[in-house]
């Protein structure tokens, strides 16, 4: 399929390998970011593993003017929305700013979309909006309750895209559930480049196996899982975003044309304890990653993993990556860029 797709926020982690990901399939993606939490080296290395000119707008997606520029000198077809602040931390400190850049950003993209017509959004959405499920696997109608402000920030903008698909239905909107992204591109040019200390498992497991960190904090061996450890559902990031691909396509030839919003989990459905991963990732680099059990993290939760059902059926979407593939690819990204973007290998 061909077609223009902005991609807001389309120079961070999971953004930049969505780019590539559409590019391949054939579409033409337009980058727009703010560089909040990303540099322009990702978006060069982009275009090279996509072999095409990918434009890069550095602005805001609250900056209606900027938008309005870049709607009348590309003809959108689709936008693809991952622009927004994420941590959780941070946003029970600045729970503002959060509501600003998220929410506020959201709207002001849906509104400049429907000053130009443009009314297909891909949204992404976070597994966080289930709060503390009351069992696993998770579908898409168990209750959701975000617990922090991040988690509300992705429930509000879901809120917000079915308020709009009801009231118009020439709209349409997906929000892709995201369970835990890691991983990154086989060629190790993209990859995650977190500042300061990752709060995230996969980050902090491979600076420790790169040198920069002594060991693991393993918060908690005392949850009713099989080791005791937190269970999540990864996905390859590469997976996810060929995801995006599909909801596009989806999107773009009538194919969901539901007449509502609709939400759809995006995981591998199986779920791994945080030391399933630690072994795994001795295997994908033979060190010997040290850990220390240590007290459990507020917020966190025992088990969290996908049905992945809907993806499969609406979108003919499946996982295709294991554990060892994300732990290699990771690996390989963070041992050929041991600093991130800023000392290339
Ligand atoms: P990221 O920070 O790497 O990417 C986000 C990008 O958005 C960055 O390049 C940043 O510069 C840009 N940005 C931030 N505010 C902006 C603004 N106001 N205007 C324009 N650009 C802006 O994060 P990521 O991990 O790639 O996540 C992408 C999306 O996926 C986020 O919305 C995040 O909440 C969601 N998500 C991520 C995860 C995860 O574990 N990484 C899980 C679930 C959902
Ligand atoms: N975790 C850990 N040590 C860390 C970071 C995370 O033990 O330094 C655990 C965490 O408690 C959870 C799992 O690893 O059980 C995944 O955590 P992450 O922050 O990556 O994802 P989330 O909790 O948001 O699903």
């Known amino acids: 399929m061909t077609g223009t797709i902005l991609v807001a926020g389309g120079n961070g982690y999971i953004g930049s390998h969505v780019v590539v990901e559409l590019a391949a399939a054939g579409f033409r993606p337009v980058i727009v970011d703010n560089l909040a939490n990303s540099k322009p080296e990702a978006a060069?290395?982009?275009?090279?593993?996509?072999?095409?000119?990918?434009?890069?707008?550095?602005?805001?997606?609250?900056?209606?003017?900027?938008?309005?520029?870049?709607?009348?000198?590309?003809?959108?077809?689709?936008?693809?929305?991952?622009?927004g602040l994420k941590a959780v931390g941070e946003s029970v400190a600045e729970p503002l700013r959060y509501y600003d850049v998220n929410v506020g950003g959201a709207v002001g993209l849906l509104a400049a979309m429907r000053r130009h017509r443009v009314r297909r959004m891909v949204f992404s959405s976070s597994a966080t909006v289930y709060g503390d499920p009351v069992s696993v696997p998770i579908t898409e109608d168990f209750a959701t309750g975000a617990t922090n402000p991040y988690g509300r920030t992705k429930l509000m903008i879901e809120e917000i895209l079915a308020d709009l698909v009801a009231s118009d239905p020439a709209w349409?909107?997906?929000?892709?559930?995201?369970?835990?992204?890691?991983?990154?591109?086989?060629?190790?040019?993209?990859?995650?480049?977190?500042?300061?200390?990752?709060?995230n498992l996969f980050p902090f497991i491979a600076q420790v196996a790169v040198g920069r960190r002594e060991k693991l904090s393993v918060f908690g061996g005392d949850y009713g899982t099989p080791d005791g450890t937190g269970v999540r559902d990864y996905i390859h990031v590469v997976d996810l975003a060929r995801a995006h691909v599909k909801a596009a396509e989806a999107l773009l030839s009538g194919a969901l044309a539901t007449g509502a919003h609709l939400p759809i989990n995006l995981g591998t459905g199986r779920g791994f304890s945080v030391l399933d991963v630690v072994h795994a990732w001795r295997r994908a680099?033979?060190?010997?990653?040290?850990?220390?059990?240590?007290?459990?993290?507020?917020?966190?939760?025992?088990?969290?993993?996908?049905?992945?059902?809907?993806?499969?059926?609406?979108?003919?979407?499946?996982?295709?990556?294991?554990?060892?593939?994300?732990?290699?690819?990771?690996?390989?990204?963070?041992?050929?860029?041991?600093?991130?973007?800023?000392?290339?290998a």
């Open 44 to 83: 060069r290395r982009v275009a090279a593993i996509a072999g095409a000119k990918v434009p890069l707008l550095v602005g805001d997606v609250r900056d209606g003017a900027f938008l309005d520029a870049v709607f009348e000198a590309h003809d959108i077809d689709l936008v693809i929305h991952l622009a």
């Open 172 to 199: 349409r909107a997906v929000s892709l559930r995201y369970f835990n992204p890691v991983g990154a591109h086989e060629s190790a040019q993209i990859g995650e480049d977190p500042n300061g200390i990752p709060n």
């Open 285 to 344: 680099t033979n060190r010997p990653i040290p850990y220390e059990v240590v007290e459990r993290r507020p917020g966190d939760i025992a088990a969290c993993y996908a049905d992945p059902r809907l993806a499969a059926s609406l979108l003919d979407w499946r996982a295709g990556f294991d554990l060892d593939a994300m732990c290699r690819d990771h690996w390989r990204w963070q041992s050929r860029n041991p600093n991130g973007y800023e000392e290339a």
